[in-house]
């Protein structure tokens, strides 16, 4: 069970997927958001520096050129320049003919030209940019280049069909990654992804490391990437500016070293806290964690999930999978806590460490605890959470939560009654609600 906790869109899937009913037909059912990411916290440069380098992207100033060269010209009906003007423009700015398209569109799109009445002419542009505007034209500039991709950007179908992935890959690693793994990556992605035969894959094999160089050709042409002293492939200062920002558009963690510094020294209760109300992301544990010795911190963080709510408990489940052997010790005095034993209990069997066998009940508890973290976190937090591996399906879970005497099984029950739309999990979810509140109430009788 991954951190104990779940994502909310992950448990709408498990609840159509598992239900005891019919799913609900194709073209009603919700479209189910791919997985946040966290990202590791990178240095940004200052807007300014990062402005002024924006003009000297090769793409960019070819794109300028040749807002400057078409002046007032006619163009198709699909808003490019005809065959003669893009030969022309090609051959007189020294312009990669097969580059051109690409140019011509970042051109219209960013407002360096305008298409109206069937030509195109100079966009209105103030005469000078602030960095922050000039960065904003940067970021649509790196969004048309990748929404190319679905276009044939590089000229490689599988390199175009993985290469968020590949820019998220080099993004994560500063020093960049060599391309003999960026190939292996793609190649191993696109087995999982696609399915190939055996000849397939070998025929990829064989093309792929030319076609990975025209793309990452292409990609620095763009501005985006570069090759380090050691021949590795890593972004730019202006690469690591947009890709973060694309991928904080897709919903990932992708924050800057600054932004989670702010939460290096705060206490175990603080950061704790500031997880729960979503105002910190999980990339800030790895920094918090680099300042504490680790069983002191696995100590620390246990004192407060033993007392505390179901989200305190899933935050800190969420950090001490951060930690390895080395918070043994006070993870396994949390077997004899109550609220804790089954994390501590399911903690040191991940880690192939001596550990009590948990029972059934034991696993529906802490699926309870899951869903009630739901009630205490907010709803940035909340939808970060992973979700829980119950193997049995929702409706059993559901009758068999009464029996786990857990302090929030009629409040997790009545959440699922009123959030659920399939009747067959309603119908459980309010019966079994109905024997836990006879059971709590024979209990205090």
């Known amino acids: 069970m991954a951190n104990n906790v779940f994502d909310l869109a992950e448990l709408r899937k498990l609840i159509d997927e598992q239900a005891a009913v019919p799913p609900r037909p194709p073209e009603e059912t919700p479209e189910v958001e791919q997985e946040a990411l966290t990202f590791p916290p990178v240095l940004l440069a200052a807007d300014a520096e990062l402005a002024e380098i924006v003009p000297t992207v090769p793409l960019v100033a070819d794109a300028i050129r040749l807002m400057s060269w078409t002046g007032t010209r006619e163009v198709t009906p699909e808003g490019l320049p005809n065959e003669a003007d893009a030969r022309t423009a090609a051959a007189e700015l020294g312009i990669d003919a097969a580059r051109l398209r690409l140019v011509w569109i970042v051109a219209v799109n960013t407002g360096l030209l ?60 500063r020093s960049g990654v060599a391309i003999a793994n960026l190939a292996r990556g793609i190649l191993q992605s696109h087995e999982v992804a696609c399915e190939p035969g055996a000849v397939e894959m070998r025929r990829l094999a064989a093309s792929l490391p030319a076609e990975l160089l025209d793309a990452l050709s292409l990609l620095a042409y763009c501005g985006l990437v570069e090759q380090t002293a050691a021949g590795r492939t890593a972004l730019t200062p202006l690469g690591v500016w947009a890709i973060r920002r694309d ?3 897709e919903g990932h963690d992708a924050p800057t070293t600054a932004e989670v510094e702010v939460f290096a020294d705060l ?3 603080e950061l704790v806290e500031a997880l729960v109300k979503g105002s910190a992301t999980q990339s800030a544990v790895a920094g918090w964690l680099e300042r504490r010795p680790p069983a002191q911190a696995a100590h620390d ?8 709510t179901a989200g305190q408990r899933g935050a800190v489940g969420a950090i001490l999978e951060e930690l390895g052997p080395e918070a043994e010790a006070p993870v396994r005095e949390a077997l004899g806590l109550p609220l804790m034993r089954r994390y ?9 460490l001596e550990a009590p066998t948990l029972s059934t009940d034991d696993h529906t508890w802490i699926a309870v605890d899951s869903l009630a973290a ?13 979700p829980p591996e119950p193997g049995e399906d929702l409706i059993r879970l559901v009758t068999e939560m009464p029996a786990v005497g857990h302090p929030d099984t009629i409040a997790v029950l009545d959440m699922l009654a ?3 739309d399939d009747k067959a ?5 309010r019966k079994a609600a109905m024997k836990a509140r006879s059971l709590a109430h024979t209990k205090l009788g």
């Open 114 to 173: 305008q298409i109206a009445g069937g030509r195109a002419s100079r966009g209105p542009l103030p005469a000078r940019l602030t960095p922050e505007a000039t960065l904003e034209f940067w970021d649509g500039v790196v969004m048309d280049v990748l929404d190319r991709a679905d276009d044939g950007l590089t000229g490689s179908a599988v390199v175009d069909e993985h290469l968020a992935e590949m820019l998220a890959t080099v993004y994560s690693v």
């Open 247 to 249: 991928l904080l558009r």
């Open 267 to 269: 206490s175990a209760a």
């Open 301 to 308: 963080l246990i004192e407060i999930a033993a007392e505390g």
């Open 344 to 352: 501590a209990a399911s903690w040191l069997h991940i880690r192939d």
């Open 374 to 386: 739901l009630m205490h976190l907010s709803a940035p937090a909340a939808g970060r959470l992973d």
């Open 418 to 420: 009123t959030a659920h």
């Open 425 to 429: 999990v309603v119908k459980a979810a």
